[in-house]
Structure formats: C-alpha cells, structure tokens
C-alpha cells in the first residue's frame, strides 16, 4: 500500500511540473516551452528593453535563433545549442538562470527543451496574441455522447488519452447545480419534483430557458461582473466613506437580464456619456468609470492622485477586457509581454475628459473633501409630486408679482418655502449616483518610473498598445468610445476580447477556466488546456453577436456540463487535477449565494430586484477603527435585512465579516476569480452569523409547522428542503441524536432555548414550544453547515 501512494504521489509531482500529454511526447512551444522562458527568462532577456541583458531578448524568434554559429539554438541539435547548453550547466559560473536569480529549471524543463531542439524547435507568436480561427470539429468513436460541439472537443482528447466521461448526473444535482449556477438560488422542493417527474425529452433544456429568463439570472451575473469592476459603496483610501453608486449595480443586473449584447455593454459602461443621445440608463452605466478607489482625505496632492487614479483605471480596464496586466507598465515596459509604458499612458489618455478634480475640491488639511453625486433618480411616485410641487411653485412666484398687500405678499412666501423645502425633502430622499461627463481632456505625460513628479516625459495622445496596431478617428482626438468600439471590432480587439470572456463564461460553470489564469492572458498566464475550443468559444460569441445567455445556454447544454462531479479512483489516478474534463467540478458556492442559499431555505429571502445597498446584521464596534468620520454601523431593521447578498454594503476596508469569511473580495482591484479558503472561520460564520441563526429558527419553526407528526418525517422534510434529497438512515439517525440532546440540553436552560428563539428581527411563533423551537433550530444550523449546502456539486 504504501508504495502505491509513493507512485500516485510521484505521478501528481510529475503533473504539477509538465502537462499530461507532454509525458505522451507532444511538445508544443506556447503550451510548454513558452511558459518555462516566462517564468525563468524574461526579466532578464524579454520585453523590456531598459533591463534587458546581453542586448538578448528570448521572448521573439529572432532572439532564440540565427543563421550563424552562435545562435542559441541550432533546431534538431540540442548539444550545439547554447542556450540547452547553459539551462543544462552544472558550473554555477555558466548556467542560466545565474543562481544569484533565485530560479532554477527543473530537471523535467531542461527535459522539455531539450526535447523541443530536438524536434526542430518550432515557434509561435503566443497564443492569446493571435486571433481565434476557425478549425474542424473532432470526430469521436462515441457518437451518442457529444449534444454540441463543445463535446466533441471534450471527448476526443478523453478518448486519445483512454480516458472516460463521467456518467451523466443525477437530475436532483442538475437542477441544483443549474440554479446555482444561472440564478445563484436553491431550486425550491416544487421545482425538483417537477423537474425530477418530467419526462420529456426537452426537460432539461427547458429548465435551462425558464431559468435564463428569471429575473434572478442578471442577479447571480453581475455578482460575477461587480467583482471584475471592482464595485463598492466605498471610496476605499483613507477614510473610506460612503459614495453613491448603488444605480450601476442595478443596470448590470438589468444589462444580463435584457440580454445586452456584450459589445453594447461595454460601450455604455465605458463611453455611454458619449454615445449620440443617450438615454438614463446609458448615462448610469458610465459609472464604471466612477467606482475606482477615490480619496477624500482634505489634504492629498492633486498630481500624486491623479497619477493613482489613472494607474487604476488602465489597471482595471485591460484586466477587465483585454485579460492583460499593463498595469506593470506605470513604471517601466512590460517585463514578460509587448506592452510598453508609452502604451501605459497612451491609455491612460483615453480616460483624460474624466472630471477628476472634483474628488479634490472642498477639503483642507483634516476635511475631507465632498463631491456630490451628478443625477438624482427619482421614482414614478417621486416624479409626480416633484413636479406637482414644481408646478404649485410656479404659480405662487407669479401670484408674489402680482401681489400689493403686504399681508398677502407674506402668506404666498410662507407658502413658497413650505414647497421648496417639500421639493428638497423629495431630493435628499432621491437615489443618487455617479456618472461621467466629459471635459476637456488634461495633458497626458509619459510619467518615468512612474513618478508624478517628473514632468520630462513626453506627452502622449490616445493610442492603443503600439504591438495591437493603430487606431485612427474622424473626428482628430481618439475618446472613450472610440476605445470601445476597438475592443468590441471584429477587425480590432473585438476576438481577443471574444476569447478572454468566454474563458470567463467557462470559469463560472465548470470553476476553471480553459486558460487558468482569468485575467491575465500574457507571460505569466497558463497557456490553455484546450486551445482549440477556446477559440471556437470565442468565435461563437462573435458570430452570434456577443449574445450573452446564448453562450451561457451552448456552455450548460453541453454533455460536458452535465457530467456528475463524483469521481472514481481511475479518473483521479489518470487526470487528477481534471485538465482534460472527464467528470464536472465540486467547489464551495460564493459568500453571498452561501448567505441566499440560507436564507431561501428559512423562507426569509426577500427577492426584491436593485435598489439601495442593505446592511445585515454585523458585530458591534466593527467600524470602530474607521475615521474622517468616525462611524457607527446601524444594521437594517426592516425586510431589507433579508436581502440577497449582492445588495449587502460593500465597505472595502471594513467588507462584511461573513463575506469576508468566506473569500468574498475587498474590491479593491479587479478579482476575476475568487479564492475558495477552508477555514474555520467559516464554519463558525456559518454556525454563529445572527443571519444564519435567524434562518435555522426560521427553517425550524417551518419543520414544526409542516414537517408532520413524527420526529423522523420532520426529519426528512428538514433534510429535503435543505438537500433537496431524502437523507439516508445515518444521516437520519446522527440528525435524531443530535435532536435529542438539545431536548434535553433546552430542559435544562430554558433561558437559552428562549435567548436562541428570539435571535433576529423576524417574529417568533407564540404558539411553538421554545424548548422544542431551541431543539430543532440546533438541527437546521447543522443542516446549513453541511458540506452539501454550502457546495455547487
């Protein structure tokens, strides 16, 4: 036994270095040889011209080969070649990296290279630098697996490997899997048994539709995107006050539930201000440009912030949409990719007709600065008594004109300020929130190393990476829109951009992306597991004209999708970090679907689509290091306390403990993928969050109520609105053991059953037993402890 661990060990090694199919003698240059030279390199001899050393530069052809004899590599002979040579060198004098680097090639990637020189060393541009092209779909033995394409990718490389797909899950994990998956909600116990007794043979395709068209899917969306945007209710520096914003969240949700197009979703949110008439909605989707981190601190230096605002923005808009890192560029040129600081600041004038000074105005030494939110959104009930009071104004100005008596001349003022302080009442009421308006652009500088202090940089105009081609406009000066439309253009970025989001789409419903790294495509990204299918992914969205729930619809009717995640020995044996996609993936569900899924279960969510941030429950003094101005958090006391996570206020310095708990981002930069930690404050979240205790008692009070008359059928249906399954005879006979002690332990403290019972702002049944009420409520918080529960499976 133990030497068969050894081996299975040394296997996993042995994967973690090299790729699966190179162990079958395929070497590919992006897929294996690239990524060694990345990592090991290009500090030294890649893009960046400042540092390079030995004026010798690996990461374009013309650098690793030559006609003459001192090329570094001579193809087909990897012991004339110098650069086998000095990767291979035992003198410490001569091999490369230098060991004063602190990196050292791996015995399996002097292999590799080895293996490359040996096969003629082939290169290629990097991968995610060429556009998608189209290719054949692969032909499979099994020809009744595939439901689309996407499958024949998928089993073609299983069957090339001998490996197996997974069998198809069971219909109560589909339809769980697809609900969390599509509108980050529990499937409710009608739902299943519907599902489960349809025997159609459009059943599952007809979940899909119903919930593509939920209101719900926008939600669980844009849970995704705000990561990306890095959205908050907080300017993040220094004090971290509060700014409104909250009006972008709710146009995110309606974009995905209306189906923008993706290419239209990016124009507005970048350039919406600057599109021919644009409507409300437009105007608030600019405010993507508005929730960077922001200071509001009295005393900061306009040039410094300047600088930090626009490093942010670049930061986050190639990160967002050109899965690039060019945030390495504020300082000097990209040390593994083509993008150069001249490129930094040629984006970064792109966003010069942003209004940044207002964040600086009004503030000295200790005040903070204010700048006021630019539109007020009023409701329909709001509009009409605006304008009726608008309307009563009017009047009375003109009846003040006329006016002679100076009695009567004194009542119509009376009146008049009685309304205008009504219409101000209306204003302070009125959502608020952040959009862009254009100014003239300020003078745009290459900044040396980065230093806002240095002004003998040369100034730059708007431009895109110099490597991406040119961009030219009509109209002289190049805008944000005109930046938009090159990400989205079929002939500009527009496949690039294809291709970095339907990663993206694959990531949310398989927990990986087919190329690992999500938001960064360069150097220091993983190459794709399958490359080919990536780009058939990305062609699909372009030619069906950036059709948002068609891609998510082709990616969830895939037979690849539908796969069950349990694996057996031989799959984890064969593919034990499951590249090639023989089984689905297990993975944790997010911090704000853990908190929906709770409170769905209860019966407490309230499902109310947008509106303002809401505070849940949080422990006392959390805030209390929070300064200009202090603050104390005041947590809802109404329904909005049973809200769905997306809308909980999100402070970036002070994020929610339980979001926290469980790896929910600061937003602080762009997060395209979320750690998934397994910590024990989590479980203790879990167990002890007011939110989570509240909808245990909830979830009892449930059970008492139409659980039916035995313990063991309450049981059952405490189990099933949880698991949406029947628990086996152990789980049933560990769930009555654990009732029994709390019944005997509430005996005991009925002060405690009573404390435990009223924990929450929703109301108890008077009716119910509390000693009974405390025991069934320790049962539910183990139920929504359960693995299972809190797992996308």
């Given amino acids: 036994m133990p030497w068969v661990i050894l081996r299975f060990c040394c296997f996993t090694i042995l994967c973690l270095v090299i790729p699966l199919d190179v162990v079958a003698g395929k070497v590919d240059f992006n897929r294996d040889i690239r990524p060694i030279l990345s990592r090991n390199c290009f500090h030294c001899h890649g893009p960046d011209a400042t540092h390079r050393e030995a004026d010798l530069r690996l990461d374009m052809e013309q650098g690793l080969k030559s006609t003459d004899a001192a090329a570094l590599i001579h193809p087909g002979q990897p012991s ?77 490389r299983l069957e ?65 995107w705000l990561d990306l945007v890095r959205f908050a209710d907080t300017v993040g520096y220094h004090g971290d006050q509060d700014h409104h914003i909250s009006p972008y969240r709710d146009y995110v949700i309606d974009a995905f539930n209306q189906n923008l197009p993706f290419d239209q979703f990016v124009r507005e949110q970048l350039a919406g201000d600057l599109l021919p008439e644009p409507t409300l909605q437009q105007k608030i989707a600019t405010g993507y440009n508005r929730v960077l981190q922001t200071s509001h601190e009295g005393g900061v230096q306009r040039k410094e912030y300047l600088a930090i605002y626009a490093a942010d923005r670049i930061r986050n808009f190639s990160g967002v949409f050109m899965g690039a890192t060019m945030g390495c560029c504020q300082c000097h040129d990209h040390k593994y990719d083509p993008y150069t600081i001249k490129d930094f600041y040629s984006m970064v004038a792109f966003f010069a007709d942003i209004d940044e000074d207002q964040h600086l105005k009004r503030g000295a030494d200790r005040i903070p600065t204010i700048r006021e939110p630019e539109i007020f959104l009023y ?82 105009q708007p431009a895109i990476p110099e490597f991406l081609g040119t961009l030219e406009s009509d109209q002289g000066r190049l805008s944000r829109l005109d930046l938009a439309d090159w990400l989205s253009d079929n002939q500009g970025y527009g496949p690039l951009m294809a291709r970095v989001m339907a990663n993206r789409f694959w990531y949310l419903f398989f927990g990986r992306g087919i190329a690992p790294v999500l938001d960064d495509f360069g150097g220091q990204g993983g190459p794709p597991h399958y490359p080919e299918l990536l780009d058939q992914l990305a062609i699909k969205f372009l030619n069906d004209q950036w059709d948002m729930k068609q891609m998510v619809k ?83 006391t109404d329904e909005s306390q049973w809200r769905r996570g997306l809308y909980v206020h999100w402070q970036r310095q002070f994020l929610h403990p339980m979001l926290k708990a469980f790896d929910a981002p600061s937003r602080e930069e762009c997060t395209a993928q979320r750690p998934r930690s397994n910590t024990p404050i989590a479980a203790m979240a879990l167990l002890n969050d007011p939110t989570f205790v509240e ?99």
Wanted: hydrophobic share 35%; no cysteine.
């Fill in 379 to 460: 409701t329909d009930k709001e509009k009409e008594q605006f304008a009726g009071l608008e309307s009563s104004i009017k009047a009375i100005e003109i009846e003040l004109k006329s006016a002679e008596q100076k009695e009567e001349k004194q009542q119509l003022k009376q009146e008049l300020e009685k309304l205008k302080k009504s219409r101000e009442a209306i204003d302070r009421s009125a959502l608020k929130t952040m959009i862009t308006v254009s100014i003239k652009p300020r003078e745009i500088r290459v900044l040396p190393r980065g230093n806002w202090l240095d002004e003998t940089g040369p100034v730059v």
């Fill in 554 to 636: 082709f990616i969830v009717m895939s037979r690849a999708y539908r796969q069950s995640s349990i694996e057996s020995t031989e799959q984890r044996t064969a593919d034990p970090f499951n590249h090639w996609l023989n089984r689905q993936a297990r993975f944790r569900l997010p911090a704000e679907m853990i908190r929906d899924n709770a409170l769905a279960v209860s019966g407490l969510l309230v499902k109310e689509i947008g509106g303002p941030s809401v505070k849940p429950y949080q422990p006392e003094g959390y805030y209390r290091h929070l300064n200009f101005p202090k603050r104390k958090y005041i947590s809802d």
């Fill in 695 to 793: 909808a245990s008692r909830k979830l009892a009070e449930d059970v008492l109520g139409n659980g039916g008359n035995s313990d063991s059928a309450k049981i059952e249906y405490a189990f099933s609105k949880a698991t949406s399954r029947q628990p086996e005879k152990m789980e049933s006979d560990v769930l009555l053991t654990l009732l029994d002690t709390n019944r005997a332990a509430f005996s005991q403290k009925p002060q405690a059953a009573d404390a435990l019972s009223h924990t929450g702002l929703a109301k108890t049944n008077s009716k119910l037993d509390l000693i009974e009420l405390a025991a069934w409520t320790e049962v539910a918080r183990a139920l929504l402890n359960l693995n299972e529960v809190v797992t996308r499976n």
């Fill in 160 to 224: 090339s490997e001998n490996l197996q797909p997974a069998e198809e899950a069971d219909k109560i994990t589909l339809i769980r899997r697809l609900s969390f998956d599509l509108t980050g909600l529990p499937p409710t116990p009608a739902d299943v048994k519907q599902f489960v007794d349809d025997t159609d043979p459009r059943a599952y395709e007809k979940l899909v539709e119903r919930l593509l068209a939920s209101p719900h899917f926008g939600e669980r969306m844009a849970i995704y």
């Fill in 80 to 156: 004339q070649s110098v650069l086998f040579e000095r990767v291979s060198s035992k003198d410490p004098d001569l091999v490369m990296p230098p060991v004063d680097s602190g990196k050292k090639l791996k015995s399996a990637e002097i292999d590799l290279i080895r293996q490359w020189i040996s096969e003629g060393a082939p290169w290629s541009q990097h991968w995610s630098y060429i556009k998608p092209q189209p290719v054949k779909t692969p032909t499979v033995k099994n020809q009744n697996w595939p439901v689309n394409w996407i499958d024949n990718f998928i089993l073609s």
